[in-house]
Every structure is written in structure tokens, then in C-alpha cells.
């Protein structure tokens, strides 16, 4: 079966710490992925997407995240955290780019920074 | 330029009621989904909309819920007889689908929240 999974359900950084964000998806065709990340209150926001091309993307707000094929992951990660980056964050996965309501959508992580 | 919003922010509801929520895309997008969202949980898709065509409805949209997007504008999601397992947050989201404009990309709302009580 298609699914997604954030193996961390809650994550604590330090403010200016890197971060690694895991998100391991089971899909039968090449993925169309997704980042998404969503704050106290708000809708959710793409963060970056991977479609095809360069297997390392760059995204919004210093986000960046890295498709691997071979271990099924598209990690999110960003080198330096600040206390704004303190949200829920999505991972989603789809088989194509006009079929958004089959994304598949992970549980999230919740992501705090301690000052 | 406004993103997707959506009303009310909040609605607190005794079983039973009726709820209507409204949704605003982005005025150029072609297609409108709804989403529904519970506490820990990512969001689950519902139903969407290209123009004003209701193109697919998810099998957890029970008969007591129905959405309408007459003139392929705005939208409205309505909840019959609302149960307290309804409490969750509804969110609206809208695409741009073409030839030239496929991101893949959704534009969220801030999502309406319910509650049942």
C-alpha cells in the first residue's frame, strides 16, 4: 500500500542548531514529493516540492531537502534553526502533479526550538 | 493580492446543527479542494472542484455533507446533523491546473475550525 511515514512525531532543536526532518514514503511509481509546513493557527505553506532533475531542491525560508531514490526518503533539512521555524511540518507524496487530492500526507512533525 | 481565505475561523456547534463554511481561492485558480484535518493527523482530502464541477468526493464525505461551488468561485461546505466526531479543522485549498501551469502546487486557507459539542 501507498503511504508515508514521519518517523518523528516531535522533534527539539536549539535555536541556530541544524535540522533534519525524515520523511520515508512506500510508492509504486516515481513520486511527485512534498514539504509542507503549517503553524499554530495558519493554513499550510509548500515549503518545496521535487518533481524531477537535481535530487537536492531548495525551498522557502532556507529549507532545503534531498529525493533518494535507493532508501525511499525525501529528508528535509536546513543548516541553521531559527525560533520562527517552530511549526508542524508535512511531508506528501503524489504520482502526478495534476492529482493533488491523491497526495498522500504524512502524520507531521512538530518541530519546538529552544532559545 | 489575497490569498485563500475562509469562514468562520471558528465555529462551536451543539450536535445536531447545521454548519456552512465558506471558502475564498485565489481568484485565478481553477480548482478548489477541501480538506479535513484532526489533531495529529495530516490532512485528509474530501472533495475538489474544477471550475464549478465537483469532479471527485472522497468516501469519507458522509451524506450529511455536501459542497458547492456554483459559479466555479468561491465554495461553500455544509455539515447536516453534526456529530461530535465532525470536531476537526476544515481547510480549503486552491490550484492552478493547465497545460502551462501545472506546479502541483496547493494554496491553503487557514482552515476553519469546528467544534461539536
Known amino acids: ?115 | 493580492d489575497t490569498g485563500v481565505s475562509q469562514d468562520p475561523r471558528h465555529k462551536i456547534t451543539k450536535r445536531g446543527q447545521n454548519v456552512t463554511f465558506r471558502c475564498d481561492p485565489i481568484s485565478e485558480h481553477n480548482r478548489l479542494y477541501w480538506y479535513r484535518q484532526t489533531l495529529g493527523q495530516g490532512p485528509e482530502f474530501l472533495t475538489y472542484f474544477q471550475n464549478e464541477a465537483q469532479l471527485e468526493k472522497s468516501r469519507l464525505l458522509s451524506d450529511r455533507f455536501s459542497a458547492e461551488r456554483p459559479k466555479g468561485s468561491f465554495s461553500t461546505l455544509e455539515i447536516q446533523r453534526t456529530e461530535q466526531g465532525d470536531s476537526a479543522m476544515y481547510l480549503c485549498a486552491s490550484s492552478l491546473q493547465g497545460a502551462l501551469a501545472n506546479t502541483g502546487e496547493l494554496f491553503f486557507g487557514e482552515g476553519s475550525r469546528l467544534t461539536v459539542l
Do not use: M
Request: charged share 15%.
Open chain 1, 1 to 115: 500500500a501507498q503511504s508515508v511515514t514521519q518517523p518523528d512525531i516531535h522533534i527539539t532543536v536549539s535555536e541556530g542548531a541544524s535540522l533534519e526532518l525524515r520523511c520515508n514514503y512506500s510508492y509504486g511509481a516515481t513520486p511527485y514529493l512534498f514539504w509542507y509546513v503549517q503553524s499554530p493557527g495558519q493554513g499550510l505553506q509548500l515549503l518545496l516540492k521535487y518533481f524531477s532533475g537535481d535530487t537536492l531542491v531548495q525551498g522557502i525560508k532556507g529549507f532545503e531537502a534531498e529525493f533518494k531514490r535507493s532508501q525511499s526518503s525525501f529528508n528535509l533539512r536546513k543548516p541553521s534553526v531559527h525560533w520562527s521555524d517552530a511549526a508542524e511540518y508535512f511531508c506528501a507524496v503524489g504520482h502526478n502533479a495534476g492529482n493533488n487530492r491523491k497526495l498522500i500526507w504524512g502524520l507531521g512533525t512538530s518541530l519546538a526550538v529552544n532559545p
